[in-house]
């Protein structure tokens, strides 16, 4: 078997060899071609070579901004390819009618047995295309529609299909407000469905009426293993309902309800479900205000139940009373082996409680205590339980209030526990004491393979503690020394300590100040050392000694792959010496130097990396005062690299003619997918410019131009690129001055672009006038999925425009008019849209000038509809 993933683009010679495998390589059976940008065109050619292709069995083509048309030509290659059992098209645009014709596809396909369209926009008409499929189709068994707006006619569409289909086992529906009406559709599907075994409807607005549904289906269903009801909106009645089910259900093995409104009676309710079900293993409740009370009613469930295996309760304010009788529970629970009990109050009294738990239970593997109130008493109690239990292998205790003594008393039980391997202890107070303790135990452990130290001020003296430890310690892969005051003689010590050690892969030392000397310490390591593959130095002060001693250790490196040099300072003869050093270099492929003072007279030398490179892929030089004269720089080299996908060039004082250099770069760039140019001043000039290569270029697909004096001219000059061909998904063209003329030009564009997802207008006085061009165009538009209109002085005018193309508009999801002049008219307006108007996700009016009245509708129809309603 052969497995191919990489980077091509729409076009170029990568995709041509592509095809060619497709057609000849007898071998490849897998193929990865996720986020390259290959668009329908792309997708056309790939359908092509797959109804040649008899061996290929996976395809994956997410993110790749295909549409329908290039859905259309795939679905034409599944009618005669016989081979291929995993297409993943998620994270397209497909929509409804790509969803229809994958749908013909099925009808005759006998061999696909898992298809992924999550986040495709296919709306209520693409689920009951499918749904007709699967009346007929007799070997798909996995199908993802997650976040696809099918709302609670596609639920009702596919509900009919499961009483008939014979062969789906997993279908995720998560995140399409599918309400109450859809989960009743689905639970009386589930009554006399007997194979499908997962169901995902997480996030879709179920209340208690749906929840209830549910109840009665898993009442009656013997198939259903695995039910996920997170981040809905029932309390404590749908919850009654569900307990009750469990008694009675014999397969459900897990069960997500996290994020709704449960409370404790809700808990009490599911307590004695626990007590009389055998089946259930995993149990997610977090953030759920389960309280003590809950927490008391669940640890009685625990002692009686021998199935639950994972339990998670994190952020349910219980405290130090529920983890005491949770704990007890523990002490006679024999299965369960997970336990989430981060973000709740427990203190000492808590965790002492834990100890005579982790003392005799023998199942318990996984403990999270983050973000709780434990201070050394208790991790002094935890460790005597560390030392006594022998199956625990993760501890989180991130995020406390433990100091060195607490510290201390765990690394002595580190030295007799061996089979702890991940501990966090990040965001304490363990310092230097602390840290020495913990250095001595890593000395003896031979288990713990990853260690989070991050944010405990353990300075010099702790980093060079850990260091010694790490000389000899054998296990350890991560470690992280984060934002914890070590200066030079710190990072001199562990540079040491890296020349001999050979199995740390991760070392993060953001937030400190090595300074120069301990970057150069870290280089000579570097030289030598053949494990380190990450290296975060972020915001060290690192300045010209230590970037250079940087550069001469990349020529003999060869496993570094992701350096971080954000917020240090590149200066004079370092970006040369980087250059150099990066040609050669064959593994880095994420290289960040935001906020590192290069400028456009230290660019020269840098950018001449690109031009020979062919590993990088990331590339981060946000404010750096790089100008115009550095943009030239950097275009040249553009236009020879052939691996860059993601260029951050904000905040760096280019003006236009530096965006001019940048876009006859892109004209050529077959690689390029994001530029980011905010907080530049490239202004109408520039605009122009890139307008005109984004005619051109085919891969481009997010642009950021946030804060660049662009007025109307630029506007228009980008509206005409997005008639024209261009690849755009994403554009941001927030805080300029494109005024209301600007917003005409892009509402011309909206009427005939069929790529653009997401436009941020936010902050350019658009007012009323603009507001009711965009309206207009969204009457017709079918692919803008996100607007963004916020601060533009609309008044009730424009958002009475804006409601009645919400009554039309059959694809935007994301509206946000936050900050406007908006009354409660224009309120009224919007409510009365949101009845009709079957997409819209989320809806912002927050800072408007809304009434009580205007705040009633809107609450009502919050209350009535899926959307989201901020205001």
Same mark, same amino acid.
């Given at each position: 078997?052969?497995?191919?993933s990489?980077?091509?683009?729409?076009?170029?010679?990568?995709?041509?060899e592509?095809?060619?495998?497709?057609?000849?390589?007898?071998?490849?059976?897998?193929?990865?071609?996720?986020?390259?940008?290959?668009?329908?065109?792309?997708?056309?050619?790939?359908?092509?070579?797959?109804?040649?292709?008899?061996?290929?069995?996976?395809?994956?083509l #997410?993110s790749n901004?295909?549409?329908?048309?290039?859905?259309?030509? !795939?679905?034409?290659?599944?009618?005669i390819?016989?081979?291929?059992?995993?297409?993943?098209?998620g994270?397209?645009?497909?929509?409804?009618k790509?969803?229809?014709?994958?749908?013909?596809?099925?009808?005759?396909?006998?061999?696909?047995?898992?298809?992924?369209?999550?986040?495709?926009?296919?709306?209520?008409?693409?689920?009951?295309?499918?749904?007709?499929?699967?009346?007929?189709?007799?070997?798909?068994?996995?199908?993802?529609?997650?976040h696809?707006?099918?709302?609670?006619?596609?639920?009702?569409?596919l509900?009919?299909?499961?009483?008939s289909? #014979?062969?789906?086992?997993?279908?995720?529906?998560?995140?399409?407000?599918?309400?109450?009406?859809?989960?009743?559709?689905? #639970?009386?599907?589930?009554?006399?469905?007997?194979?499908?075994?997962?169901?995902?409807?997480?996030?879709?607005?179920?209340?208690?009426?749906?929840?209830q549904?549910?109840?009665?289906?898993?009442?009656?269903?013997s198939?259903l293993?695995?039910?996920?009801?997170?981040?809905?909106?029932?309390?404590?009645?749908?919850?009654?309902?569900?307990?009750?089910?469990?008694?009675?259900?014999s397969?459900?093995?897990?069960?997500?309800?996290?994020?709704?409104?449960?409370?404790?009676?809700?808990?009490?309710? !599911?307590?004695?479900?626990?007590?009389a079900?055998s089946?259930?293993?995993?149990?997610?409740?977090?953030?759920?205000?389960?309280?003590?009370?809950?927490?008391?009613a669940?640890?009685?469930?625990?002692?009686a139940?021998?199935?639950?295996?994972?339990?998670?309760?994190?952020?349910?304010?219980?405290?130090?009373?529920?983890?005491?009788?949770?704990?007890?529970?523990?002490?006679?629970?024999?299965?369960?082996?997970?336990?989430?009990?981060?973000?709740?109050?427990?203190?000492?009294?808590?965790?002492?409680?834990?100890?005579?738990?982790?003392?005799?239970?023998s199942?318990?593997?996984?403990?999270?205590?983050r973000?709780?109130?434990?201070?050394?008493?208790?991790?002094?109690?935890?460790?005597?339980?560390?030392?006594?239990?022998?199956?625990?292998?993760?501890?989180d205790?991130?995020?406390?209030?433990?100091?060195?003594?607490?510290?201390?008393?765990?690394?002595?039980?580190?030295?007799?526990?061996?089979?702890?391997?991940?501990?966090?202890?990040a965001?304490?107070?363990?310092?230097?004491?602390?840290?020495?303790?913990?250095?001595?135990?890593?000395?003896?452990?031979?288990?713990?393979?990853s260690?989070?130290?991050?944010?405990?001020?353990?300075?010099?003296?702790?980093?060079?503690?850990?260091?010694?430890?790490?000389?000899?310690?054998?296990?350890?892969?991560?470690? /992280?020394?984060g934002?914890?005051?070590?200066?030079?003689?710190?990072?001199?010590?562990?540079?040491?300590?890296l020349?001999?050690?050979?199995?740390?892969?991760?070392?993060?030392?953001?937030?400190n100040?090595?300074?120069?000397d301990?970057?150069?310490?870290?280089?000579?390591a570097?030289?030598?050392?053949?494990?380190l593959?990450?290296l975060?130095?972020?915001?060290?002060?690192?300045?010209?000694?230590?970037?250079?001693?940087?550069s001469?250790?990349?020529?003999?490196?060869?496993?570094?792959?992701?350096?971080?040099?954000?917020?240090?300072?590149?200066?004079?003869?370092?970006a040369?010496?980087?250059?150099?050093?990066?040609?050669?270099?064959?593994?880095?492929?994420?290289?960040?130097l935001?906020?590192?003072?290069?400028?456009?007279?230290?660019?020269?030398?840098?950018?001449?990396?690109?031009?020979? $490179?062919?590993?990088?892929?990331?590339?981060? !030089?946000?404010? /750096?005062?790089?100008?115009?004269?550095?943009?030239?720089?950097?275009?040249?080299?553009l236009?020879?690299?052939?691996?860059?996908?993601t260029?951050?060039?904000?905040?760096?004082?280019?003006?236009?003619?530096?965006?001019?250099?940048?876009?006859?770069?892109?004209?050529?760039?077959t690689?390029?997918?994001?530029?980011?140019?905010?907080?530049?001043?490239?202004?109408?000039?520039g605009?122009?410019?890139?307008?005109?290569?984004?005619?051109?270029?085919?891969?481009?697909?997010?642009?950021?131009?946030?804060?660049?004096?662009?007025?109307p001219?630029?506007?228009?000059?980008?509206s005409?690129?997005?008639?024209?061909?261009?690849?755009?998904?994403?554009?941001?063209?927030?805080?300029?001055?494109?005024?209301?003329?600007?917003?005409?030009?892009?509402?011309?564009a909206?009427?005939t672009?069929?790529?653009?997802?997401?436009?941020?207008?936010?902050?350019?006085?658009?007012?009323?006038?603009?507001?009711?061009?965009?309206?207009?165009?969204?009457?017709?538009?079918?692919?803008?999925?996100?607007?963004?209109?916020?601060?533009?002085?609309?008044?009730?005018?424009?958002?009475?425009?804006?409601?009645?193309?919400?009554?039309?508009?059959?694809?935007?999801?994301?509206?946000?008019?936050?900050?406007?002049?908006?009354?409660?008219?224009?309120?009224?307006?919007?409510?009365?849209?949101?009845?009709?108007?079957?997409? !819209?996700a989320?809806?912002?009016?927050?800072? $408007?000038?809304?009434g009580?009245?205007?705040?009633?509708?809107?609450?009502?129809?919050?209350?009535?509809?899926?959307?989201?309603?901020?205001y």
């Open positions: 078997m052969v497995t191919t990489h980077k091509i683009a729409t076009g170029s010679e990568a995709l041509a592509t095809l060619n495998a497709l057609k000849t390589n007898l071998a490849l059976t897998i193929l990865n071609l996720e986020d390259n940008s290959i668009g329908d065109s792309g997708a056309q050619a790939i359908s092509g070579a797959i109804e040649a292709n008899w061996n290929l069995t996976t395809l994956d #997410s901004s295909i549409r329908s048309n290039g859905a259309q030509a !795939l679905s034409e290659a599944l009618k390819n016989s081979t291929l059992t995993t297409l993943n098209l994270y397209n645009k497909i929509r409804s790509g969803a229809q014709a994958l749908s013909e596809a099925l009808k005759s396909n006998s061999t696909l047995t898992t298809l992924n369209l999550a986040d495709n926009s296919i709306r209520s008409n693409g689920a009951q295309a499918l749904s007709e499929a699967l009346k007929s189709n007799s070997t798909l068994t996995t199908l993802n529609l997650a696809n707006s099918i709302r609670s006619n596609g639920a009702q569409a509900s009919e299909a499961l009483k289909n #014979s062969t789906l086992t997993s279908l995720e529906l998560n995140g399409n407000s599918i309400g109450d009406d859809g989960a009743q559709a689905l #639970s009386e599907a589930l009554k006399s469905n007997s194979t499908l075994t997962s169901l995902k409807l997480n996030g879709n607005s179920i209340g208690d009426d749906g929840a549904m549910m109840a009665e289906a898993i009442k009656s269903n198939t293993t695995t039910l996920n009801l997170e981040w809905n909106s029932f309390e404590s009645i749908g919850t009654q309902a569900l307990a009750q089910a469990l008694m009675a259900n397969t459900l093995t897990t069960l997500y309800l996290s994020g709704n409104w449960i409370g404790n009676n809700g808990a009490q309710a !599911l307590a004695q479900a626990l007590m079900n089946t259930l293993t995993t149990l997610y409740l977090s953030s759920n205000w389960l309280g003590d009370n809950g927490a008391q669940l640890a009685q469930a625990l002692m139940n021998s199935t639950l295996t994972t339990l998670y309760l994190s952020s349910n304010r219980i405290g130090d009373n529920g983890a005491q009788t949770l704990s007890f529970a523990l002490t006679i629970n024999s299965t369960l082996t997970t336990l989430d009990m981060s973000n709740n109050p427990i203190g000492d009294i808590g965790a002492h409680a834990l100890l005579e738990a982790l003392s005799t239970d199942a318990l593997v996984n403990l999270n205590l973000n709780n109130k434990i201070q050394d008493n208790g991790a002094q109690a935890l460790s005597g339980a560390i030392e006594a239990n022998w199956n625990l292998t993760t501890l205790l991130s995020s406390n209030s433990i100091r060195s003594n607490g510290a201390q008393a765990l690394s002595e039980a580190l030295k007799i526990n061996s089979t702890l391997t991940t501990l966090n202890l965001d304490n107070s363990i310092r230097s004491n602390g840290a020495q303790a913990l250095s001595e135990a890593l000395k003896s452990n031979s288990t713990l393979t260690l989070e130290l991050n944010g405990n001020s353990i300075g010099d003296d702790g980093a060079q503690m850990m260091a010694q430890a790490i000389k000899s310690n054998s296990t350890l892969t991560t470690l /992280n020394l934002c914890n005051k070590i200066r030079s003689n710190g990072a001199q010590a562990l540079s040491e300590a020349k001999s050690n050979s199995t740390l892969t991760s070392l993060k030392l953001n937030d100040s090595i300074g120069d301990g970057a150069e310490a870290l280089a000579e570097l030289k030598t050392n053949s494990a593959t990450t975060d130095l972020w915001g060290n002060k690192i300045w010209y000694r230590g970037l250079l001693a940087f001469e250790a990349f020529k003999s490196n060869s496993t570094l792959v992701t350096l971080d040099l954000q917020h240090n300072l590149l200066k004079d003869k370092i040369l010496a980087l250059s150099d050093t990066i040609k050669a270099h064959l593994t880095l492929t994420t290289l960040e935001q906020r590192s003072l290069i400028g456009d007279n230290r660019a020269p030398a840098l950018v001449e990396v690109f031009k020979t $490179n062919s590993t990088l892929t990331t590339l981060d !030089l946000g404010y /750096n005062s790089i100008g115009d004269d550095g943009s030239l720089l950097l275009s040249g080299a236009k020879t690299n052939s691996t860059l996908t260029l951050n060039l904000a905040g760096n004082s280019i003006g236009s003619d530096g965006a001019l250099a940048l876009a006859e770069a892109i004209k050529i760039s690689t390029l997918a994001t530029l980011d140019l905010q907080n530049n001043m490239i202004g109408d000039n605009a122009l410019a890139l307008a005109e290569a984004l005619k051109i270029n085919l891969t481009l697909t997010t642009l950021d131009l946030w804060g660049n004096l662009i007025g001219i630029g506007a228009q000059a980008l005409e690129a997005l008639q024209t061909g261009s690849r755009l998904t994403v554009l941001y063209l927030q805080n300029n001055s494109i005024g209301s003329t600007g917003a005409l030009a892009l509402s011309e909206l009427l672009n069929l790529v653009l997802a997401s436009l941020d207008l936010w902050g350019n006085s658009i007012g009323d006038c603009g507001t009711l061009a965009l309206s207009e165009a969204l009457k017709s538009n079918h692919t803008l999925i996100t607007l963004h209109l916020q601060r533009n002085s609309i008044t009730d005018n424009g958002a009475q425009a804006m409601a009645e193309a919400l009554k039309i508009n059959s694809t935007l999801s994301i509206l946000n008019l936050a900050g406007n002049l908006i009354r409660d008219n224009g309120a009224f307006a919007l409510s009365q849209a949101l009845e009709t108007n079957q997409t !819209l989320f809806l912002e009016l927050q800072n $408007n000038l809304i009580v009245n205007g705040s009633q509708a809107l609450h009502h129809m919050s209350l009535s509809m899926s959307c989201t309603i901020g």
